[in-house]
């Protein structure tokens, strides 16, 4: 199947400071990724769905400037969680797909904000 | 995204033993979908189905969706110890920009 990578697999990070994770499509161009968060136990919730080249339309009740989302080619989206705080320790997914396939998964970043 | 029910919650059973985990939801999808997510990793896909009434096998994996297009479930033939960990159905919709709506899971143990 295609490999979406993400990066980094797991981050620590203080409390007011933002974190950086990335979502690569190795072998396709995706044009439409998904983040999802996961709390422990607990399935993935979509956060925000992005196509390349325009803003991100997020789901209710995740705020769009905390959780800045860049999709600026066809191969990588960016999600920077701005401002972390300990509430926003989570494990975040991201998925990507070409048109009319399936959406293939990154591997996680696990974010622990202390 | 709605949530779908997914059910059972978890189960433990014995090597050998055939598994049966089923998803409902309110609304039609175009797509169902079942995943497998191991501890610390994102989900990995298992079998895809794109048609009310499609069986499909993936080895020991048997899904069907169901005619109403609300339902799906997923079967596995002779559990062995690798199949431990938690499995997802989705739903996808092509009106909704192909975002996945995700079960609560069903969370498998397999004892020797």
């Known amino acids: 199947g295609a490999v979406v990578s993400q990066h980094p697999s797991w981050v620590i990070c203080k409390s007011g400071t933002s974190v950086k994770i990335e979502c690569r499509s190795l072998?396709?161009?995706?044009?439409?990724m998904f983040w999802y968060r996961q709390f422990p136990k607990q399935s993935l919730m979509l956060m925000a769905t992005?196509?390349?080249?325009?803003?991100?339309?997020?789901e209710q009740g995740v705020e769009k400037d905390k959780f800045l989302i860049n999709h600026a080619s066809l191969t990588l989206s960016t999600l920077t969680v701005t401002s972390a705080h300990p509430e926003d320790s989570s494990f975040y997914i991201c998925?990507?797909?070409?048109?009319?396939?399936?959406?293939?998964f990154g591997q996680g970043t696990r974010l622990t904000v202390v | 995204g709605q949530q779908l029910n997914q059910s059972p919650q978890s189960m433990f059973i014995q090597e050998g033993e055939d598994v049966s985990m089923n998803c409902t939801s309110s609304?039609?999808?175009?797509?169902w979908l079942w995943y497998k997510q191991d501890p610390g990793e994102g989900p990995v896909l298992l079998i895809a189905?794109?048609?009310?009434?499609e069986l499909t096998s993936n080895g020991r994996l048997t899904a069907q969706f169901g005619i109403t297009r609300k339902d799906s479930f997923l079967n596995i033939s002779a559990s062995i110890p690798s199949d431990v960990g938690i499995y997802f159905c989705?739903?996808?919709?092509?009106?909704?920009?192909?975002?996945?709506?995700f079960g609560k899971g069903t969370s498998l143990l397999v004892t020797p």
């Open positions: 189905l794109y048609k009310a009434g």
């Open positions: 609304s039609i999808f175009n797509t």
């Open positions: 992005s196509n390349e080249g325009s803003k991100a339309t997020y």
């Open positions: 998925s990507a797909t070409a048109l009319y396939t399936e959406a293939f």
């Open positions: 989705a739903g996808q919709d092509s009106n909704s920009g192909y975002a996945l709506n």
């Open positions: 072998d396709f161009q995706a044009t439409t």
